[in-house]
């Protein structure tokens, strides 16, 4: 059976049926339960002028236990907050952090990245083409998409200089994301646009975590759930050496 896996989702549907419910929650959703399948889960996360956290909500559905443990982890990582006039600000960004649906020694959840940006707000399904569908054919298309501080989508490339798709599957993604919606960072209380780099998948088989898998900014390596803003208003510090090892 043919599926799609569409901009860091949820466990691949078939194509004839929703490839991604739209909607804040449905957007957010996890992959899966813990100890099952890789996850991803977003918080809100408020920061002081230090980069300390202050604050970390989950934005979206989740297990309450896989909330309880990220939250706790979190809570002692270290970020570095934005600036605003040159002078260290307080910052609202969404922590985007996906799992292996496994857990280490230490019987913590394998955290494989961490990434802040802009969250997602709702996700338009792109069309799969009718004869990419019949010949069983899919790929990737990485795009980079300029975000207004509405959370608006103003512009729409393709990132990097090699796309594996199609002419048609690649403008098929670039169409649908002209109506994807974003919940901007805020730096002092005032939201900001943003850079996001993001995979649009369409597959024939059942998706692996190594199904997807891209190279982003500082030519680092992103599985297929991830969503990584080019310059967030905040990054994090600590902890993220740890994920590989994990």
């Known amino acids: 059976m043919k599926h799609a896996i569409l901009v860091a ?4 549907a078939p194509l004839l049926a929703p490839l991604l419910l739209a909607g804040t929650a449905a957007a957010q959703a996890p992959l899966a339960a813990p100890d099952s399948q890789p996850a991803a889960y977003t918080f809100a996360v408020d920061l002081d002028a230090r980069g300390q956290v202050t604050g970390i909500a989950p934005d979206g559905a989740m297990p309450e236990a896989a909330r309880k443990e990220l939250e706790s982890r979190i809570g002692e990582w270290a970020f570095t907050p934005a600036e605003a006039n040159g002078q260290p600000a307080t910052t609202r960004t969404y922590l985007r952090v996906t799992t292996s649906g496994s857990r280490g020694p230490d019987g913590m959840m394998k955290v494989l990245s961490a990434t802040t940006g802009p969250g997602v707000a709702s996700l338009a399904n792109p069309a799969y083409p009718t004869t990419e569908l019949r010949r069983g054919e899919g790929g990737i298309v ?15 490339d393709f990132y990097g200089d090699r796309q594996r798709a199609s002419r048609s599957l690649a403008n098929a993604a670039k169409v649908a994301a002209q109506d994807w919606r974003f919940k901007p960072e805020t730096v002092n209380g005032t939201p900001i646009a943003s850079t996001v780099v993001l995979p649009v998948c369409f597959m024939a088989t059942h998706p692996t975590m190594s199904t997807c898998s891209w190279q ?19 990054r994090v510090e600590t902890g993220v050496g740890q994920f590989a090892s994990n």
Not at 146 to 156: I, K, L, S
């Open 9 to 12: 989702s949820m466990l691949a």
């Open 142 to 156: 990485v795009l980079q998409l300029a975000v207004d501080a509405n959370g608006r989508v103003t512009g729409v």
């Open 216 to 234: 982003g900014p500082d030519a680092k390596n992103f599985n297929r759930m991830d969503i990584v803003a080019v310059n967030p208003a905040a």
